[in-house]
T-cell receptor, first 112, second 114 residues
């Protein structure tokens, strides 16, 4: 157990739908990162939050949004889902930036 | 624009021999490099890192070498063990331009045969 909890582990939904992925960071970590891993590709950075505020944005589609709540858990919202959104979505947390990243076990999203 | 590339999708070695995983990068602003290991159904786990002020970092069986002029790094595992079989991701970051975000390569599947 890495200490980073992601729910749900698996999600199957239809095109056009909206889903919410949840991440609870390791205790004490203020930064939360979201990454997407599509088939046979590396992890693509989506967005970072630090202590409730958006810190950095990567290749995140406009149909996707995220937030970090006062208790530091984060949610990634994916809307108007397309087949190409099927991927593994990983959350990571760290106490202070690029050192000490800890990843959760991911949410596998399948859009049918 | 793939700034971090792992050109070998897979690598197979015999137990006890050396495994060498390679990674190339294009962004000269990268100043910190990491290797992660990933087992199926698990998230990536941190393995070893190196700062651009060094050219080598060693941790037990794992050594990372950095060649800044060639924009190339490699991970050596000696001796390789069957439990090392996993996908290995190279990652890089550039503090000045992107803070703590990591840019990952596509990964290399390492298989260590008993």
């Amino acid at each position: 157990d890495s200490g980073v909890t992601q729910t749900p582990k698996h999600l199957i939904t239809a095109t056009g739908q909206r889903v919410t992925l949840r991440c609870s960071p390791r205790s004490g970590d203020l930064s939360v990162y979201w990454y997407q891993q599509s088939l046979d590709q590396g992890l693509q950075f989506l967005i970072q939050y630090y202590n409730g505020e958006e810190r950095a944005k990567g290749n995140i589609l406009e149909r996707f949004s995220a937030q970090q709540f006062p208790d530091l858990h984060s949610e990634l919202n994916l809307s108007s889902l397309e087949l190409g959104d099927s991927a593994l979505y990983f959350c990571a947390s760290s106490p202070r930036g690029r050192n000490g990243y800890t990843f959760g076990s991911g949410t596998r999203l399948t859009v049918v | 624009d793939q700034q971090v590339k792992q050109n070998s999708p897979s690598l197979s070695v015999q137990e006890g021999r050396i495994s060498i995983l390679n990674c190339d990068y294009t962004n000269s602003m990268f100043d910190y490099f990491l290797w992660y290991k990933k087992y199926p159904a698990e998230g990536p786990t941190f393995l070893i890192s190196i700062s651009s002020i060094k050219d080598k970092n060693e941790d037990g069986r794992f050594t990372v070498f950095l060649n800044k002029s060639a924009k190339h790094l490699s991970l050596h595992i000696v001796p390789s063990q069957p439990g090392d079989s996993a996908v290995y991701f190279c990652a890089a970051s550039a503090r000045e331009t992107s803070g703590s975000r990591l840019t990952f390569g596509e990964g290399t599947q390492l298989t260590v045969n008993p």
